[in-house]
């Protein structure tokens, strides 16, 4: 595998699109780079499970993002019907604590044993948003103490689950790997190339600075999908990544 091979395995692209179609335009101008491709909410209520399973057709690597947060029952039954699309990573959110973690692993595991062809994906916990900052972690949310302090609390609890990792900004990977373990997967949002907007994202780096802080995987949304050209942006994206190694 080359080094560009290597890196782009490394880059989410979010699919923030309202349908299949705007999606596959920007695949079909991708074709060619092996990143993963990141199924949020919005397309996925709009294009249900076929598009996943377009997306492994075309041999994508596919992480869906859909934050389950409901009882641990109801969430076990979505981890079950989630691991039968053959997705390669999803998530629950870490606020629904232990027992609805455990249950999502179960979900998976019951899935994997009435399938055999089925692969086992990578299950992580979302900690905090890489939207939130202290005041509205404090007075909003209503926890204590600072951003950091919250992340490592869920981490360390979704690790205690069972679970493979979590979703956090790039400013925690390394207070995360330390308290988890560096095999511990982060996945980190709040990416932005350098120069470009931060827009709603209020814990951010560079796409260099973010895999010298031994993140597994980077989320890029806008700066790909609403730039004028987006395979140069992605492009781009991987040349920096790659200055980290």
């Given at each position: 595998m080359s080094l560009f091979e290597q890196t782009a395995g490394k880059l989410m692209v979010a699919l923030d699109y309202p349908s299949a179609e705007q999606a596959r335009q920007l695949i079909e101008r991708l074709e060619g780079i092996p990143c993963y491709m990141k199924v949020g909410m919005q397309l996925f209520y709009s294009a249900g499970p076929d598009f996943v399973k377009e997306l492994k057709s075309r041999g994508y690597s596919v992480f869906l993002?859909?934050?389950?947060?409901?009882?641990?029952?109801t969430v076990k039954g979505g981890a079950h019907s989630i691991t039968r699309l053959g997705v390669d990573m999803f998530n629950v959110h870490a606020a629904g604590g232990k027992k609805m973690m455990v249950a999502a692993k179960e979900g998976v595991l019951d899935a994997l044993q009435e399938?055999?062809?089925?692969t086992m994906p990578i299950v992580i916990g979302v900690t905090q948003l890489t939207s939130t900052n202290q005041e509205t972690l404090n007075e909003e949310i209503g926890i204590p103490g600072t951003v950091e302090q919250a992340v490592l609390s869920y981490a360390s609890v979704t690790k205690e689950a069972g679970l493979d990792g979590v979703v956090a900004?790039?400013?925690?990977?390394?207070?995360?790997?330390?308290?988890?373990?560096q095999n511990f997967v982060t996945v980190t949002p709040g990416i932005r190339p350098a120069g470009s907007e931060k827009g709603d994202q209020s814990r951010t780096l560079t796409p260099e600075e973010a895999i010298r802080q031994g993140t597994n995987y980077i989320v890029v949304g806008r700066p790909i999908t609403a730039a004028p050209d987006p395979r140069s942006a992605a492009e781009q994206i991987i040349e920096e990544m790659k200055k980290a190694w």
């Open positions: 993002d859909l934050k389950m947060h409901d009882i641990p029952n399938d055999s062809s089925l900004s790039p400013l925690e990977v390394q207070a995360i790997k330390g308290r988890c373990g």
